[in-house]
């Protein structure tokens, strides 16, 4: 395929659609070849579902770049133009990869902390440091009937993965994981509170840490200012420079304030 | 009848008709639809108003228009009843005629320099060429052909908005063969996203790109470049590369608040709306900040856009706040005149200093200060200072901020494309050339906010720039 081609890729084919959990926690495993070469563990996609749909950001769950698939695992919530997806189908729209890819190191052992259906997006990161000769523990939680399948996602692709029923005790893991060994590196994805809780253990502790977050993203391409974060005392926006960064640099105030500010 | 008589007697001057008005949707109807608000001249009002014009020796008008369109030769030749000549004439020069006679800030350009405007009223310049554009549309003039062959060297060009469209056009018509790359689903850029349907109709963008489909150039959405497709993979498959990305990325004041929810950028608002079409939710399921007290920060266009569109959804009471006087509005003068008619109230002279909240962390109002202004500050208008103790309280449930916009940093950033302290991409000023050879930008990437003729003026310097290339070092 070149790019002087006409352009079948530039619309992504949907191959499956799996109801996860009950409740409209789906997978969706896209043919989208362009996107799929280029995209890295920790980025997002931007995705109009349906003609009349909504344009939304998705982080990418898991990528095939040989085979040119990738994997995003979401919550329909009120999104009918999401939760009639099919196979066979095309999206209407779909553009990316959106963000800065996760900073893969080789560090020793990385801690990977995740609640809800943001921590999906693990799964990639937790191979791809993996590959890159680290020891990667996986600590999971969410909901009693998301939790099965990240569990067992995560358990596949980390050194050794862990899960917990509640958030509460998910922190309670992590302060246990870290007296028990020695984590270089803690990155954690999930809502404001788990992620608040995570940098204050990491930091009594001195593990160096990094917070993903998940914004909403309107255009993907720097135009709304939706995703907006404050990071070091600047602004920066999650579609050029997130979405993950540097724990002590975050305000999470701002991005708990902001949460309630999205809009579909 | 002495012939001598009619010699004799003093010669009266010819009696000038008044500048003709533009017919317009009412404010109290418009207010509640997203149709155009100026109706557009017919051929009578049309001709009076083309009969208006000195035909100067030299006309100030060509000098006034960025892309020097030949004003009172179209003019004379709509006087004529020759319209097809005067689209013609138009496109000689002018890549987009339909969307410049609607959006240009003509006071500042042809009309600002026209020699009838020094004692009187200038020719409405922008509403003729609107006129005849129209023609051409609803008549099915078509004045530009496709080429008979083709060079086969092959430009990519980055953007569709009015620079990208620009140099698609010419170097289409030139013989070689262009791609378009967009990040969005539809091509446009700013025209789509930034200007709204009450001002520019889409289904005139959409003319204007199948003009471009029909001389060959094709489109490719979704691609985002500086990701889905990187500069180095664009200069491999093609011969020049050509950027017009625009300058998207809005700016905000950093001032206390602005995470609230209902204090959204105006880029935001408008892009919901305009292209996600928000305002038919629930048919679309796209949704937008609804206030009954929209405040709207800033004075240029894109602040006068967000007023008039906020009344279109439904807000019962629209205030801009804007920190210096009218007359240093960078909004067109006759959008203005639309907001105030539908019931915009502007507070010159007035900064935000914090957005004030409720328990469910949602805007409620501003605390604003009053400005004066002091010297004059490097773009020559005088700098805002606030006076202290003058705070006062502006209620608002929705604000949208359009404090201006910054270049998009990825395709510079990725491309390795100089850039100065600003993030506009370095060039020289005629050809367009970036410091990467086989790379030319113009429009607002280069410039900075400026105006759609400005954009399209700058995209046929870097065509013309581009075409000598191709032909003479890349060996054709």
């Known amino acids: 395929m070149t790019l002087h081609d006409p352009p079948p890729h530039s619309r992504a084919a949907i191959l499956s659609v799996r109801e996860l959990a009950a409740g409209g926690l789906f997978q969706v495993d896209l043919l989208a070849p362009r996107v799929a070469a280029k995209a890295r563990p920790g980025q997002f996609v931007i995705v109009e579902a349906q003609a009349k749909g909504a344009r939304i950001s998705l982080p990418i769950a898991e990528i095939d770049a040989a085979e040119g698939r990738l994997a995003l695992v979401f919550r329909a919530n009120g999104l009918e133009s999401l939760r009639e997806l099919r196979a066979g189908q095309y999206l209407e ?13 080789r560090v020793g052992t990385v801690a990977l902390v995740g609640l809800g259906v943001e921590a999906f997006c693990l799964v990639a990161i937790a191979r791809a440091f993996r590959e890159a000769g680290n020891r990667v523990l996986g600590l999971v939680s969410a909901e009693a009937d998301m939790l099965p399948p990240l569990a067992e996602k995560m358990a596949a692709v980390c050194t050794e993965a862990r899960a917990e029923a509640d958030g509460l ?3 309670g893991l992590l302060g246990e994981t870290l007296r028990a060994e020695p984590v270089s590196l803690a990155l954690a994805a999930g809502p404001v509170p788990l992620l608040r809780a995570v940098r204050e253990m990491c930091a009594a502790r001195e593990v160096r840490t990094r917070l993903r977050v998940s914004p909403l993203m309107l255009d993907g391409a720097g135009l709304c200012g939706g995703c907006r974060v404050r990071v070091g005392g600047r602004l920066a926006l999650c579609c050029l420079e997130g979405a993950e960064f540097d724990a002590a640099e975050l305000d999470l105030d701002y991005i708990a304030r902001r949460q309630c500010a999205c809009h579909i | 009848m002495p012939p001598h008589d009619a010699d004799s007697a003093p010669k009266p001057k010819p009696k000038r008709p008044p500048r003709q008005l533009m017919p317009e949707q009412l404010a109290a109807v418009r207010v509640y639809n997203f149709a155009e608000v100026p109706l557009g001249y017919d051929e009578d009002l049309a001709r009076l108003e083309a009969s208006r014009c000195l035909r100067c020796k030299k006309p100030g008008c060509v000098t006034g228009c960025p892309v020097g369109n030949q004003i009172p030769v179209f003019i004379s030749m709509i006087l004529e009843g020759d319209f097809t000549g005067a689209i013609a004439k138009i496109r000689e020069t002018s890549n987009l005629p339909a969307i410049c006679g609607r959006v240009c800030p ?3 350009q042809c009309e600002g320099h026209c020699n009838l405007g020094r004692a009187g009223e200038p020719v409405a310049i922008g509403r003729l060429e609107r006129f005849v554009a129209d023609m051409e549309r609803r008549r099915g003039l078509k004045v530009l052909r496709r080429p008979e062959g083709s060079t086969g060297l092959r430009a990519a060009v980055v953007g569709s908005g ?26 446009g850029g700013v025209l789509l996203y930034g200007i709204p349907e009450f001002c520019l109709p889409k289904a005139i963008v959409r003319e204007e790109v199948e003009h471009l489909l029909e001389l060959g150039v094709k489109f490719e959405y979704n691609v985002l470049v500086g990701s889905t497709l990187t500069p180095d993979e664009l200069a491999a498959a093609f011969d020049a590369v050509f950027i017009g990305t625009g300058a998207p990325v809005p700016m ?3 001032i206390p608040g ?5 204090v959204c950028t105006a880029n935001e608002y408008l892009y919901r709306a305009n292209l996600m079409k928000a305002y038919r939710h629930p048919e679309y399921e796209t949704t937008i900040p609804l206030g009954r007290q929209v405040a709207v920060i800033g004075g240029g266009n894109v602040a006068v856009d967000a007023a008039r569109m906020a009344w279109r959804l439904g807000a019962e009471q629209v205030t801009m706040i804007y920190r210096r006087l009218e007359k240093e509005m960078p909004a067109r003068t006759e959008e203005v005149r639309h907001a105030r008619a539908e019931g915009t109230e502007i507070l010159f002279l007035t900064n935000p200093v914090r957005y004030v909240g409720d328990k469910t962390g949602h805007v409620r109002a501003i605390d604003c200060i009053r400005i004066e202004l002091g010297d004059c500050d490097a773009s020559g208008r005088a700098r805002p200072c606030p006076v202290p103790g003058s705070e006062f309280q502006v209620p608002a449930d929705v604000v949208v901020v359009a404090i201006g916009t910054g270049a998009s940093p990825l395709v510079p950033r990725v491309g390795g494309l100089e850039t100065d302290r600003r993030g506009l991409v370095v060039v020289e000023p005629e050809t367009g050339r970036t410091s990467r050879p086989g790379f030319w930008a113009a429009g607002d990437v280069v410039t900075g906010p400026k105006t759609v003729a400005m954009a399209m003026a700058g995209g046929k310097r870097g065509a013309r720039a581009i075409h000598a290339y191709l032909m003479h070092e890349r060996g054709y």
């Open chain 1, 169 to 171: 005790a998910l922190i």
């Open chain 2, 162 to 187: 009015p620079s990208g469209l620009t140099v698609a056009g010419d170097l289409a018509r030139l013989g070689h063969e262009v791609t378009v790359f967009e990040a969005q689903p539809a091509a």
């Open chain 1, 93 to 105: 729209a779909l553009l990316g990869p959106v963000g800065r890819p996760s900073l893969i190191e």
């Open chain 2, 252 to 254: 905000l004041m950093r």
């Open chain 2, 258 to 262: 602005e995470e609230m929810a209902g």
């Open chain 2, 106 to 108: 003509q006071e500042l």
